[in-house]
Each structure stands twice: as structure tokens, then as C-alpha cells.
């Protein structure tokens, strides 16, 4: 059985940083692309970060782009966001997301919450 399990979350001032980690486990880690994305109160699930399996050219949602960073530890079969400069506006539950041939998962999400 598949499982994505975020942590790292929390409560941080504007211009703090976290660093988010998702543990995956029941699949190949290595062959999937790891995204993160995050869903604020009232609003859709929004793409944030990106990274292939390789690692390389990750993506980044332009509202985070200087900011965030995601990488990846294939031996540890954990994906990591850090996230830098923190804004009220990134205020919202992040989720890990595994991706390959069509398959996709989800983890449970984490809170991460920006005060001004």
C-alpha cells in the first residue's frame, strides 16, 4: 500500500521558513515525479514545486519561485520543500503528490500557517 506522510509544518512569522519533508513508502520512489501542492481556505489545490526523478530542472509555481525549494533523497525515499521568506498569502495545507504512468497519490496534507 502506498503512503505519502508530510511533516514539518507549523505556525511561522512572515519572512520565517520551514522545511517540509514527505516519506514515501509501498511504491518505486525513485521513478516518480514528486510534486507539492497546497490548498488555501475557499480556493482550489494550487501546483507549488516539482522534481523528477533525476532531480533535475525543478518547477516552480511562479508565486513561490525564488523562494521555495524542492529536492529530493532517493535514498531515503523522501521528497523535501523548503520554503523561504514566508508570506501570509502561502498560508494553506501542503501536499506531497507521487506521479508516474498515470498513477497518481496523495499524502494527508500539513498545515503551514504565515502570521503577519
Known amino acids: 500500500q502506498v503512503q505519502l506522510v508530510e511533516s514539518g509544518g507549523g505556525l511561522v512569522q512572515a519572512g520565517g521558513s520551514l522545511r517540509l519533508s514527505c516519506a514515501a513508502s509501498g511504491l518505486t520512489f525513485s521513478r516518480y515525479v514528486m510534486n507539492w501542492f497546497r490548498q488555501a481556505p475557499g480556493k482550489e489545490r494550487e501546483f507549488v514545486a516539482a522534481?523528477?526523478?533525476?532531480?533535475?530542472?525543478?518547477g516552480y509555481a511562479d508565486s513561490v519561485k525564488g523562494r521555495f525549494a524542492i529536492s529530493r533523497d532517493n535514498a531515503k525515499n523522501t521528497v523535501y520543500l523548503q520554503m523561504n521568506s514566508l508570506k501570509p498569502e502561502d498560508t494553506a495545507v501542503y501536499y506531497c503528490?507521487?506521479?508516474?504512468?498515470?498513477?497518481?497519490?496523495w499524502g494527508q496534507g500539513t498545515q503551514v500557517t504565515v502570521s503577519s
Open positions: 522534481i523528477s526523478w533525476s532531480a533535475r530542472t525543478p
Open positions: 503528490n507521487a506521479v508516474r504512468d498515470g498513477n497518481t497519490y
